[in-house]
């Protein structure tokens, strides 16, 4: 008898995400879809706007990464009227990025992916929580969590007036500079995040590279998928959050694209599918050939893991340390286990705390000069970052006067639409055999969107609980046969 | 003693308002030591369904966050409307359609036709687009509706209360959740934040006079951080907007953008903006005051930044 279960609501996604998994005569697994029922058309309602504003709409699209969207517009506006922010301003940027980078990371690490390890991926679904999480590291470290995510807001709103939503980013640089009061605080913060970085990737070593099973579940079948690879690098090719050129590689790991992002739209295509409001972008070389992982498919990952696969290492000390026992660890580069993305992002997030100390120490941050004015007729841009959960695309398009006339977006999350579909499909027909399907069977299935923290991840675990589940299992007539809680 | 239970709910939003109760940080688990969450999507394991079998009016207070979009959101508004003692619309979204309430300049076949159809990179010569259900091989799927126009939440249920804010601060959060907790509800209707306008709690200096001659945008000047920014001719909500946000974009020598929706006693937060910014312009000749008037480019999205699908105007007419 074919069936289908429905996973219905999921919530880590902004708005609201689906999963429905069809079952064959046999009970295994024929095909797995992601439905992303969300779409508010900032594409559309963004014309007419002038374009200086946009900095401050479009973070409105994410809650949880509205420091990306912010910095990804204010790049562009700064393309669009053709004007270089100084350096001073450039900096502040991206102290004010590294310091989102910490409280986006430190926030999914522990709140949404920690459960699975420290409690374990079957564990009793009601202690499967940060709560329980708490309870096996102690509420100490509970505090030491909620107190870094706390400082890397506060250091936000000092910089952009509020951590959630940004306002400071203006064509050609920011509104607010930096007193040297408000520095120093920033620098003792940021010493603390740097230990709290550090003490997070022992976390990680004692809790999951210790523990043999969970090794072998990141290096396994289930949670592998082969795809190209792509992220921003620096001059030096290493991880970059804030700037640079976008270098793709093949599942080998060569390189097969290195370019700026003004050129994107040679490189990236985007397919419509009816059944789902989130498109499919796609390497344009190779093409859209449907959900298929693999070198024949156009299919490419973005985010943490993808990022250290694109790059040739991390600009700081610590953080380069981690980088390479990771891939000595998972049998050299590229590394295929969609799992070992919670391993990148806690590199990322010693990355993100030094590079943020390093900044709050650079004599140049207190600057005055914070600001180019444009004196060039605005025409279009390209603004791209490095969100915490993958390349972002901005791209505006004005009149003379700076009204947009068009306006593109490719989101972080979207570029993952097409291998967070194949990775769930993977992990289902891996782990559901025979029609047998039980809580803990489905929440492994959950870990394999996890790794990539669909948007609103972060938002999702810093109060006791997980995402709500219930799988409903159907006859071909509708009638519900079984279903499968998690209480 | 029977702990007090309290709901969360998201629908068309961003999250903001989410990170904004999390940004309570130690707070967070007072809030969970005294009351039971019995409902909250992102954090929490209960289903729709679970919802649905509580009484009526069993849950004490819901935060709903978010503009109403689409069919699914429509449903769990009525939904917690129903089970809910105190409903409160949670964030500029909720309370005055927020950001995708700017959405109301066009319909659903224009957002389709740019997102699906127009945008660079899109490749999709067979004209695809999103369809309520659709058949895969395997079986079908379905999709919520997406509505033609945005709503705010009062606009569908009944609304106790408004905390306005993108997203909400802090405090007034807190103000909120402890105002539940204590049973020391304000009358129905009430706006939790200020009775003032934001330039009544905003420190810059203002001479009162008529004194603009011309309106800049933001790209081409560097404002004073302590004048007002409507007297440097920079165009400002204050006047038009409800304070009690702590005046943190002004702080970080921004101006205002409304988010906090209508000053008390404003039926219309656009209107009372072009009424206030007239009176402000050097000029006695009122073909010379519409003249500079209209050098503000795109008053409509400007002027009603965060509240079009509440404002006397509601939506565009298509």
């Known amino acids: 008898m074919r069936r289908t279960i429905t996973i219905d609501p999921i919530t880590r996604l902004e708005g609201h995400g689906k999963i429905d998994i069809f079952l064959d005569e046999k009970g295994e697994v024929e095909n797995a879809y992601l439905q992303v029922p969300e779409l508010r058309g900032f594409e559309r309602f963004c014309e007419g706007r002038p374009v200086e504003e946009l900095p401050r709409i479009t973070p409105k699209i994410c809650g949880v990464c509205p420091g990306a969207h912010h910095m990804a517009s204010a790049k562009a506006v700064d393309a669009v009227f053709h004007v270089k922010p100084p350096s001073a301003a450039k900096k502040l940027r991206e102290l004010y990025y590294t310091a989102h980078y910490v409280h986006s990371h430190s926030a999914h690490f522990y709140a949404l992916a920690a459960p699975d390890f420290v409690v374990g991926p079957q564990a009793d679904p009601k202690e499967r929580n940060i709560l329980g999480v708490i309870s096996r590291v102690g509420v100490e470290v509970g505090k030491e969590v909620i107190k870094h995510r706390a400082y890397a807001q506060q250091i936000q709103a000092t910089l952009a007036g509020q951590a959630t939503h940004p306002v400071c980013g203006l064509p050609g640089g920011v509104s607010k500079g930096l007193t040297e009061e408000e520095r120093r605080e920033i620098e003792e913060k940021a010493k603390s995040c740097v230990e709290f970085a550090k003490f997070s990737l022992k976390v990680f070593d004692d809790i999951v590279l210790k523990n043999k099973a969970y090794l072998d579940l990141i290096l396994g079948e289930v949670y592998r998928m082969t795809s190209y690879y792509m992220g921003l690098v620096d001059a030096n090719n290493r991880v970059n959050f804030y700037d640079g050129d976008i270098r793709v590689i093949a599942p080998e790991g060569n390189q097969v694209a290195r370019f700026k992002p003004a050129d994107y739209l040679d490189y990236i295509g985007e397919h419509v599918e009816p059944w789902t409001y989130l498109k499919f972008p796609y390497l344009k070389s190779i093409g859209w050939k449907g959900l298929v992982d693999g070198k024949d498919s156009g299919v490419y990952r973005v985010a943490p893991l993808a990022r250290l696969n694109v790059a040739d290492g991390m600009a700081t000390p610590l953080a380069q340390e981690a980088y390479e026992q990771m891939f000595s660890t998972l049998g050299g580069k590229p590394v295929h286990a969609t799992l070992a993305n919670h391993w990148a992002r806690v590199i990322e997030l010693i990355y993100a705390a030094e590079r943020l100390l390093e900044l709050s120490q650079d004599p140049e941050i207190t600057s005055d000069l914070i600001r180019t004015l444009p004196t060039e007729v605005p025409s279009e841009g390209v603004g791209v970052v490095e969100a915490p959960r993958g390349t972002l695309f901005h791209h505006y398009r004005t009149d003379e006067k700076g009204l947009v006339r068009r306006l593109n977006l490719i989101v972080a999350t979207g570029n993952n639409k097409a291998a967070l579909c194949l990775s769930i499909k993977r992990a289902a027909q891996g782990l559901i055999k025979g029609g047998q399907v039980s809580e803990g069977l489905l929440n492994m299935v959950e870990m394999a969107f996890r790794a990539y923290d669909p948007c609103l991840g972060c938002a999702t675990h810093s109060l006791p609980g997980q995402m709500p589940l219930r799988v409903n299992i159907y006859d071909e007539s509708g009638n519900l046969i079984q279903e499968v809680r998690r209480d | ?318």
Not at chain 2, 204 to 219: D, G, H, I, N, Y
Not at chain 2, 289 to 303: H, M, N, S, Y
Request: hydrophobic share 40%.
């Open chain 2, 1 to 318: 003693m029977n702990r007090l239970k309290l709901a969360l709910y998201w629908a068309a939003s961003c999250g903001g308002c989410e990170i904004a109760v999390l940004d309570l940080d130690e707070k967070v688990l007072d809030v969970a030591e005294v009351a039971e969450i019995v409902f909250w999507p992102v954090a929490l394991d209960f289903k729709y369904r679970d919802v649905e079998a509580m009484a009526d009016g069993s849950i004490d207070g819901c935060l709903f966050n978010g503009a109403i979009r689409n069919s699914e959101q429509e449903h769990i508004a009525r939904l917690l409307r129903a089970k809910s003692k105190t409903l409160v619309a949670f964030g500029s979204c909720a309370c005055f359609g927020g950001i995708p309430g700017l959405a109301n300049v066009a319909n659903r076949q224009e957002v389709f036709d740019r997102v699906y159809l127009s945008a660079p990179s899109t490749t999709n010569q067979e004209g695809r687009l999103p369809q309520p259900v659709s058949q895969v091989p395997e079986g079908e799927l379905t999709l919520p509706e997406f509505y033609d126009a945005v709503f705010s939440l009062h606009q569908v249920v009944p609304v106790e209360y408004y905390l306005p804010g993108c997203p909400p601060p802090t405090n007034l959060i807190w103000q909120a959740l402890e105002a539940i907790v204590s049973g020391q509800l304000p009358p129905p209707g009430s706006v939790i934040a200020s009775d003032k306008t934001l330039c009544d709690e905003c420190k810059r200096e203002r001479s009162e006079e008529k004194s603009v001659k011309e309106f800049k945008r933001l790209w081409e000047v560097i404002p004073d951080p302590t004048k007002c920014f409507l007297e440097q001719g920079l165009i400002c909500h204050g006047p038009a907007t409800r304070g009690g946000c702590g005046a943190k974009c002004i702080e970080a020598n921004m101006p205002c953008r409304g988010c906090f929706g209508p000053a008390p006693e404003a039926a219309d937060q656009g209107g009372k903006l072009l009424g206030t910014i007239a009176s402000l312009i050097d000029s006695q000749d009122p073909k010379e005051i519409a003249r500079i008037v209209d050098q503000i480019p795109d008053r409509l999205g400007t002027f009603y930044r965060f509240v079009l699908p509440t404002s006397l105007l509601r939506r565009a007419r298509l």
